[in-house]
DNA sequence: GAGGCGTGGTG
DNA sequence: TCACCAAGCCT
């Protein structure tokens, strides 16, 4: 049977590049590292927003976005900075192996006079994968690349209606998504798939009445795409316990802070001295691991940080040493004033103001603290109360971005 | 391919 | 409270 030309509706047409880009025009966000309608997009910029954005939401990208161009204006500036500076300024922002990669990177582009404007070219840097290097490519470089990232393979999937999970279906999805990048502003394309999958074709309750591909949506035709994509659940680490410590020193008040290890786990990043962080961790036995000798005070409560493989519990304990102690072999005791500038991340965070709020929280004490009984825990075993970071742990202000400036495109 | 790697917001 | 999510990369 030959089908009638007249039941080919509109239902039946594939996504079309044209009708998003039409809705683009109207409804795109604006956004600190996005160029205007009319400017040259600034490779750094974008380069610099796309690997703070891995993983990672507008909102809190917006503020280190911000302090990053004030302190490092443009790639040579980056390249020439301390790595401490740049582990600094990320702090808090989390998985740390993008800072190092994006100090690495910023040096050999500097080196090379510029960033490569393609994809193969992109690739090759440190940080950069699969997605980065075909978001710069489209975006900075207007090169027909896709960009395939969460909002791509979920409004894809919705699209095509792909069953298979993720994260088997990957290949599947950027095969879909590459064939729908048009020759014709590739770059801003690339950055309204992205605008539908945050703004619209959201996780949870997308909004399909408002969606320029509502029609050529498979999964809207069957009214199932709040499943999709379709993926397999992978289960969370199980706990693991550990002891912190924190020493200050009589007179100035200067914390014993040491740094981890290059790589891995919070790699390069600061942190009051810790026993090891295991499943059955007795914090009974916690001042086998102390860093010095003292008279260590057990605080009440814990802290609980979540990482993404494993929930955390420290218990902290806390001594006042003698204004002229040494610190331990590998450490150092870094002033309150010199604390904003260390790369603790929030879960070190947290242990020192759990332990600056006990102390700012007492008047101060004449008498002496009582002796630990280390055998018993103490009484207010509870849950630490949430509390608001000190503020000589916050970051400070930052200044308004300068005016974007607009930049010659690079061949 | 699977697992390591942070953090803050949200329903 | 807690599971899930948000512009992934590397080994």
Excluded at 25 to 54: C, F, K, N, T
Excluded at 136 to 159: H, K
Excluded at 228 to 233: A, D, E, N, T, V
Aim: charged fraction near 25%.
């Amino acid at each position: 049977m030959v089908t009638p030309a007249a039941s080919y509706s509109r239902q039946d047409a594939r996504p079309d590049a044209a009708d998003l880009l039409v809705w683009y025009d109207r409804h795109r966000r604006v956004l600190p590292w996005r160029a205007l309608p009319g400017e040259v997009p600034d490779p750094y910029r974008v380069w610099l927003s796309e690997i703070m954005l891995q993983q990672t939401t507008v909102t809190a990208v917006k503020p280190y976005f911000a302090r990053f161009l004030e302190r490092f204006p443009d790639v040579a500036a980056l390249a020439a900075a301390p790595e401490e500076a740049v582990m600094s300024a990320w702090a808090g922002l989390g998985y740390y192996s993008r800072a190092r990669n994006l100090h690495a990177c910023a040096r050999s582009v500097a080196a090379a006079g510029g960033f490569p404007d393609t994809v193969e070219g992109l690739r090759k840097l440190p940080g950069i994968g699969a997605y980065t290097a075909g978001a710069i490519a489209a975006i900075a470089f207007d090169r027909p690349a896709a960009a395939v990232d969460g909002n791509v393979e979920r409004v894809v999937s919705r699209l095509f209606a792909v069953d298979q999970p993720l994260p088997a279906a990957r290949p599947a999805l950027r095969v879909l998504a590459e064939s729908l990048v048009p020759q014709k502003r590739p770059g801003d394309f690339a950055q309204a798939v992205m605008d539908l999958g945050a703004t619209l074709c959201t996780s949870k309750r997308p909004a399909c009445a408002l969606c320029p591909w509502m029609a050529p949506c498979q999964a809207r035709k069957e009214g199932t795409q709040e499943t999709y994509p379709r993926k397999l659940k992978k289960e969370s680490g199980a706990l693991r316990r550990g002891a912190a410590f924190v020493v200050e020193r009589a007179g100035d008040g200067a914390v014993l802070l040491r740094t981890r290890p290059p790589t891995g786990l919070l790699g390069a990043m600061a942190e009051p001295p810790t026993s090891e962080w295991r499943a059955d961790y007795d914090p009974a036995q916690a001042l086998l691991d102390a860093p010095l000798d003292a008279r260590w005070k057990r605080l009440p409560g814990t802290v609980r940080h979540v990482f993404t493989h494993f929930p955390l519990e420290l218990t902290v304990f806390q001594a006042r040493v003698a204004a002229d102690t040494a610190p331990p072999e590998g450490m150092r005791f870094t002033p309150p004033a010199g604390l904003a500038d260390e790369p603790l991340p929030g879960a070190m965070k947290k242990v020192l103001a759990h332990a600056l709020e006990r102390k700012l929280a007492l008047p101060p004490a004449p008498t002496p603290d009582p002796e630990p009984d280390l055998a018993t825990p103490p009484p207010a075993e509870q849950k630490a109360r949430r509390a608001p970071i000190p503020k000589v742990l916050s970051r400070r202000p930052v200044a308004a971005a300068p005016p974007r400036k607009v930049q010659p495109r690079k061949i």
